[in-house]
T-cell receptor
Framework: DSGVTQTPKHLITATGQRVTLRCSPRSGDLSVYWYQQSLDQGLQFLIQYYNGEERAKGNILERFSAQQFPDLHSELNLSSLELGDSALYFC?????????????FGSGTRLTVV | AQTVTQSQPEMSVQEAETVTLSCTYDTSESDYYLFWYKQPPSRQMILVIRQEAYKQQNATENRFSVNFQKAAKSFSLKISDSQLGDAAMYFCAYRSRGGDDKIIFGKGTRLHILP
């Protein structure tokens, strides 16, 4: 157990629907990062939050949004889902804005859009 | 923008043998960090080893070691005495020392261990 908790582990939904993925960072970690891993692809950075504030944005679609709450858990909202949104979505956390640290990853949420 | 390239989509190695996974990166920065992550079938991303660009000494973690060539922008991972549990997807990754702190990942190399 890495200490980063993602729920749900699996999600199957229809096109056009909206889903929410949840992430609880490791205790003490202030930064949360969301990544998308499509089939046979590397991890694409979506968005980062630090202590409740958005810090960096990557290739995140306008249909996607995220937030980090006062208790530091984060949610990634995906709307108007398309077949191409099917992927593994990872949340990761780190203790501070110190690049010497790698991230600690959750086990991911497998999203299947049908 | 920084990029990370892993030119070997798949590799195989006999159990107990040594294998080297290649990675090259492109950056205009002089100070940064490089990582290798392992993703076994469980999907969990596990940090294997990290290298600080300002350190010339290559990092080592048990059976895992790197060959860091800063001028060539090369960062290969050597796995010695390969074990069945080493079978996984391996990702090379880059992180700036300052400013943008997101990690940029390569597309990965799938490593098969042959018994």
């Amino acid at each position: 157990d890495s200490g980063v908790t993602q729920t749900p582990k699996h999600l199957i939904t229809a096109t056009g629907q909206r889903v929410t993925l949840r992430c609880s960072p490791r205790s003490g970690d202030l930064s949360v990062y969301w990544y998308q891993q499509s089939l046979d692809q590397g991890l694409q950075f979506l968005i980062q939050y630090y202590n409740g504030e958005e810090r960096a944005k990557g290739n995140i679609l306008e249909r996607f949004s995220a937030q980090q709450f006062p208790d530091l858990h984060s949610e990634l909202n995906l709307s108007s889902l398309e077949l191409g949104d099917s992927a593994l979505y990872f949340c990761a956390s780190s203790v501070a804005l110190d690049p010497a640290y790698g991230y600690t990853f959750g086990s991911g949420t497998r999203l299947t859009v049908v | 923008a920084q990029t990370v390239t892993q030119s070997q989509p798949e590799m195989s190695v006999q159990e107990a043998e040594t294998v080297t996974l290649s990675c090259t990166y492109d950056t205009s920065e002089s100070d940064y960090y490089l990582f290798w992550y392992k993703q076994p079938p469980s999907r969990q991303m596990i940090l294997v080893i990290r290298q600080e660009a300002y350190k010339q000494q290559n990092a080592t973690e048990n059976r895992f070691s790197v060959n860091f060539q800063k001028a060539a922008k090369s960062f290969s991972l050597k796995i010695s005495d390969s074990q069945l549990g080493d079978a996984a997807m391996y990702f090379c990754a880059y992180r700036s020392r300052g400013g943008d702190d997101k990690i940029i990942f390569g597309k990965g190399t799938r490593l098969h261990i042959l018994p």
